[in-house]
């Protein structure tokens, strides 16, 4: 269509075009491709003031000063309160996401996890970093790298690998796999791309509808960024004013293909147009806290939805198929791990503010390691679903509103719910 088209305009023109096409091709990849402006430094940040003893009493830090970005939208306050108690809640959050994650990806090649896997190994201070600006009342819709996002809501990492497994105890009793774990409050885990943007405005709606004070994060990734339902549910949340936020996870690559060479504009913080937008350093979990808890406070406060966008980075590939090194430097990979890491970049504060020493956040991470160990262990060795009719059927209805029965694939395969 392109050769088509170029014989159809003026020759002048022609050559003109080819030959600013060509200049284009020559230009190295950083140059033709958006150049991201927010920070992505999870260690850059200063305390203000005595770090108190206490636990639980609040102290002042003051956040990167490129934490953040707007589109007609007022900058969050960079200065913010934490509390001893929250940041190693936080550290050992993403280690137990990180650790839960490593076993997943050791279980998928020893062939025991079978289908799709999607993990987010490296994103795990975009989940934690929300999880902590909302409460258990405002909901969550995120894509298939799920497994962070349930653990946090409310799953254990044994409900998470055993429905990986495919095991009676998994979250959805071994019926949906990684792309399908839902738990109060969060609606999953979504494997079609883009389609959990809608229902996320839907399910804002619901708690305008339902007078609560509550809003709901829909994430997505910048691949699925492109979506035209995406825009659709912009719309509409616009127009009625919807209490949700649209996120987008960037971590740079949509499947194999670099953001640059798929979206004609990767500002995806400005694709409301006209709602307003926030970008945030999604490798610093307290960046990603307070812009959530700002997103939230907007939100709720009867101002209509916000695009937000999360600049993060994923370690490994797409899913557990995609090596991740075929459209990528392994340099470029090492160099975000050895200086990005949202945990490592957490841990570095900790230890420069004095909150806990080496050896107190060594006892975390085996902490961590230990609540995964066993609970991955009693995941393996959890039983498979019975194949029966029981199984087969339920979770299809609400409990107390089944029909009398539901037809399998034959008249002979009839159920009957009221036996």
Not at 128 to 143: S, W, Y
Not at 160 to 166: F, K, P, Q, S, Y
Not at 382 to 410: M, Q
Request: hydrophobic residues 35%; neutral net charge; proline residues 4%.
């Amino acid at each position: 269509m392109l050769a088509r088209s170029l014989r159809q305009v003026l020759p002048g023109a022609r050559s003109s075009i080819l030959a600013r096409s060509t200049a284009l091709e020559t230009l190295k990849p950083a140059s033709r491709y958006a150049i991201r402006t927010v920070t992505t430094d999870a260690s850059a940040g200063s305390v203000k003031g005595p770090v108190p003893d206490a636990h639980d009493e609040p102290f002042t830090i003051h956040l990167a000063e490129d934490a953040f970005e707007t589109f007609n939208f007022e900058k969050p306050p960079l200065e913010m309160e934490v509390t001893k108690k929250e940041l190693r809640d936080m550290y050992f959050e993403m280690t137990a996401i990180r650790r839960m994650e490593m076993a997943a990806d050791k279980l998928y090649k020893e062939k025991q996890i079978r289908g799709f896997c999607h993990l987010s190994t490296g994103q795990e201070a975009v989940a934690t970093g929300i999880e902590h600006a909302i409460n258990k009342e405002d909901q969550v819709i995120t894509a298939y790298r799920c497994h962070g996002f349930a653990y946090l809501r409310g799953a254990s990492v044994h409900q998470v690998i055993a429905e990986l497994l495919g095991r009676r105890t998994g979250i959805a009793y071994g019926k949906g796999g990684s792309m399908h774990m839902f738990c109060k409050s969060f609606f999953g885990g979504n494997g079609i791309v883009g389609a959990q943007v809608p229902v996320g405005a839907g399910i804002g709606f619901a708690m305008k509808y339902m007078d609560r004070p509550n809003t709901t994060f829909a994430l997505y990734g910048d691949g699925a960024a492109n979506q035209g339902q995406v825009f659709e549910a912009y719309n509409m949340a616009k127009l009625w004013n919807v209490p949700v936020i649209f996120a987008c996870e960037n971590n740079k690559y949509g499947m194999g293909t670099a953001a640059g060479r798929a979206s004609a504009m990767t500002d995806y913080y400005k694709r409301g147009h006209y709602i307003p937008g926030l970008k945030v350093n999604g490798m610093d979990v307290l960046a990603v806290k307070q812009a959530s808890a700002v997103a939230k406070k907007w939100t709720v406060e009867g101002n209509g939805p916000l695009v937000m966008e999360f600049v993060t980075y994923r370690y490994g590939g797409h899913s557990m198929s995609d090596p991740g090194t075929t459209y990528r430097t392994r340099e470029e990979i090492q160099a975000m791990r050895s200086t990005n890491d949202p945990i490592q970049g957490l841990k570095q504060k900790i230890l420069q503010w004095g909150v806990m020493s080496e050896e107190e956040l060594k006892a975390v991470d085996k902490e961590a390691k230990d609540l995964v160990n066993k609970e991955v262990q009693e995941a393996v060795e959890a039983p498979f679903p019975e194949a029966t009719a029981k199984n087969l059927f339920e979770d299809i209805y609400v409990p107390g509103s089944e029909p009398d029965y539901l037809r399998g694939r034959i008249a002979e395969e009839t159920y009957y719910y009221k036996q």
